[in-house]
Every structure is written in C-alpha cells, then in structure tokens.
C-alpha cells in the first residue's frame, strides 16, 4: 500500500486544528473537564477506525514500537506519527509523575526506567518489535551525556538482541532475526580447515633489497587462555597474510537469503580485508573473488560487513552473488611504512592480532530493527559541540557494531513550524551536499 507523504501530511494537519479548533472555544470549561474532553478527542483521532484509519500501514497493528525518550519534543512527535499509522506504541520514560504521563496518548503502554539501567531496559525491551531511540541527556556533564548518548543506546540494544536471541531459542531458532552461523571457535577443532597463506603485491617483493622486505610471520592457534588467534607481521613491502576456509553450510542453507556477514572479534584495532570467492568448486580459474575493508577496534567488538559492501577484484566482473559463495579469507595487509618512522613493537602498524569468536551470516529485513535519532552538530554551541558529538559518535557505533539492523537518523536543527506544499526526499550517505525537493 502506497502512503503519500504529502497526503497524510495535509490530512494530520487538518484533523488537529479541527480538534484544536474545538477546544479553543472551552474556555469557560473548568481545566479538569477541558483536559478530559482533549484526552477523548485524540483518542478518537488515533485510535483504530478513526479518521486517520486511512493512513495505517498494513500489519501495523501486529507491531509494537519501543519509543526510548518518547516525553523528549522529538519524540512525542513520533509517537503520534506511529499511531496515527496504526502502531502499537510503548514508551520508555525515567518517571512516572502524572506530569509525564499526561504528555502522551491513553494508549501508550508506559514502561519506567531509566537507560542506564540494564534491568529496567531488559524488561521495557520485552514484547516490542521495532525501538526507536530520541533519548537525549538533560545536561553537558559527561556523565550524563556518556549515560544517555553512549552507555543507553549499548544497554537498549544489548537487551533487545538478548530479547530476540530469547524468542528464537523458544522457536527452535526458526526467528526471522536468527543468525546463520558459519564459524565459532570454540576449541582446536573449531581451526581444522583453516589455512595460513601469505604472498605480496609485488612479484620481487623477496629478491629485492630493499630495506622493507624483513619477512612475513604469521599463524593461526588456539591459545592456552581458550581463544583463536590469528598474529604475527609483515615486513615485506606489498606482502600480506591471510587465513582461509571453504565454507560448509546446513542442508538447506544458502547465503543469498541473508543480508551481511557479522564478525565478532577481538584484538589490536587493526584492519582487514573480508575476500569472498565464488564460481565452480572444480574448476578454481573460474573463481572470482570479491572483497570489503572490516576495521575493528582494540578490545573486543562486533562488525557487520554487509554483501553490498563487497567489490569484485576485477572490475569487468559482475557483482556478488551470495549464493555463489564457497570459500571465505580473513587478510591482513599493513599500510607502506617509509624509513625511520620509527614505528616498532606494539604501535608498529604492520604487527597484527586478531581474536575470533564467531562468524554469522545477518538475515534478510525490509525494514530496519532500530532507529537512533542522532545529530548533526548544528544548532550547539561551540564549547560543547564536541563534547556531545564525542558521545553521540560512541553510542552510533556501539550501534553498528551490536548486530541488528539499524538505521540512524541525524537532523538538524528542527523548527515546529507547518509544512510547505512541497514533501522532502531523505537521501542516504555522510554528507549532505544540497536540499532536495520534491513537488506536490
């Protein structure tokens, strides 16, 4: 069902200034009656089979929408607009005083807690399908910023992927949002079939003399303290190192029905390169290799790396095709050092590790699992805007890093002012090089 954003923009409006038309003429009211008329009159407008009924999405219904922050200006607007399409709209808010409660529609299932609670998130989390996250700290101080911004969005998404991994375990792992896994290393055996192959760019790059060619040193081992490791350096100019596996799949399973490839790892913050292979087993001339860039972080950390992300080697080859997928390459290339960086042990960029928990396949969505209202930096004052930008940037990617499908929205300054004619056109990419219009 197609919904014009322009329609149902004028449609929402005139159905609110009828009602707002109404009750300016109560002014001889008494304020509770007044409250309690208002009180009915929107729910009449959003309740199921109003007038707004025309707007609802399909299945709407069947959908309950966890809005975090739903008191803040942002996000009382997106309660209304999500049930005015037909959702079932929970809130999450710090407290209960009627003050807060009066903010939002009868029909808000009201759930209190506050973000940086893991308890009170995991139980306000139970029963939704989608989040949205408006959550905004009340304060420059940087705990309050760390405790909203960053920590909240970590513990919101955190406890949802718990909630669903939940939900699947009592399906059998039959969930639409169940993972495929395709390796989690968990003892030796979890390393049989895994490769460690190194090579260079640059054909001489072992019979030159030059200065950069040191040697390539690299393995793939269980250690002592239970976890798979892949370390070592490369010294050699162009030269790299890399550990591959063909990939062996359930009966029945096959990559073309998942979305991304979800890496938990750990390590020294260095970056790799995820190549895919594809083509005919028996005939590997045939193959043809596709590859994304995965940067990860010190310490441990979960990294989505999306199949449309992936870029064929040779560029006349046609794109990837996931269902074609049968063998998988972890590389490790280090940047070109020139002569007296001065750049050893632990800092030198060409030294590597790398700790493997797990690889899952992502599956397929139409529609995102969370939404993080984020910002721009504009409208803040200068003193604080890094302060601010500095936690919002660590809770967007804890975000992306937690494994569910995401999507995070970075306005600018709003203004509650009435719509033009005119419907804008959201785009996607980091920068925003103009406006855009759409006429009516």
């Excluded at 903010?103 to 299932?109: C, G, I, N, Q, T």
Aim: aromatic fraction near 8%.
């Amino acid at each position: 069902m197609a919904v014009s954003p322009v329609g149902l923009g004028r449609r929402s409006r005139q159905l609110f200034d009828e009602v707002w038309r109404k009750f300016s003429r109560l002014g001889q009211m008494s304020s509770a009656s007044a409250t309690e008329a208002l009180a009915e009159a929107e729910q009449a407008v959003l309740s199921r089979g109003g007038p707004m009924c025309e707007f609802t999405v399909p299945g709407a219904q069947d959908t309950t929408v966890l809005v975090v922050g739903a008191t803040s200006r942002i996000g009382r607007i997106v309660v209304r607009k999500l049930m005015l399409r037909g959702y079932n709209v929970k809130a999450l808010v710090r407290r209960d005083d009627p003050e807060v409660i009066d903010m939002l529609p009868r029909s808000v299932d009201i759930a209190v807690g506050d973000v940086g609670d893991p308890l009170a998130v995991q139980s306000a989390v139970s029963g939704c399908s989608k989040i949205i996250y408006c959550a905004t700290a009340r304060s420059t101080i940087t705990g309050d910023l760390n405790r909203v911004d960053n920590q909240g969005v970590r513990n919101v998404s955190k406890a949802f992927q718990d909630y669903y991994n939940e939900m699947a375990q009592l399906r059998a792992g039959k969930s639409s949002k169940s993972k495929l896994l395709i390796a989690k290393f968990k003892s030796a055996k979890s390393l049989k079939g895994w490769e460690v192959n190194q090579g260079s760019y640059f054909p001489n790059a072992y019979a030159s003399g030059s200065s950069f060619d040191e040697g390539i040193d690299a393995s793939f081992e269980f250690s002592e303290g239970g976890q798979a490791v892949f370390a070592g350096f490369v010294f050699t100019r162009g030269g790299y190192v890399e550990i591959s596996k063909r990939l062996s799949l359930p009966l029945g399973s096959t990559l073309d029905r998942y979305d991304g490839l979800l890496l938990s790892v750990g390590g020294n913050g260095r970056s790799y390169v995820v190549i895919l292979e594809t083509g005919p087993l028996a005939d590997t001339s045939q193959s043809k290799k596709y590859f994304a860039r995965m940067t990860t972080k010190v310490g441990f950390c979960r990294v989505r790396v999306p199949f449309s992300a992936f870029r064929p080697v040779k560029p006349e080859d046609p794109p990837l095709d996931p269902f074609l997928v049968h063998t998988f390459t972890i590389r490790f290339e280090p940047k070109r050092q020139r002569p007296g960086d001065g750049t050893q042990g632990a800092t030198d960029p060409r030294n590597f590790e790398l700790i493997l928990e797990y690889i899952k396949a992502l599956p397929t969505g139409q529609e995102t699992d969370f939404i993080l209202v984020s910002c721009t930096g504009s409208g803040i004052e200068p003193n604080r805007r890094e302060q601010v930008l500095k936690a919002k940037k660590a809770g967007e990617d804890a975000l992306r890093r937690s494994g569910l499908g995401y999507t995070i929205v970075r306005p600018g300054p709003l203004q509650e002012e009435p719509g033009g004619q005119r419907a804008l056109i959201f785009d996607q990419g980091n920068r925003i090089s103009q406006v855009k219009y759409h006429g009516p």
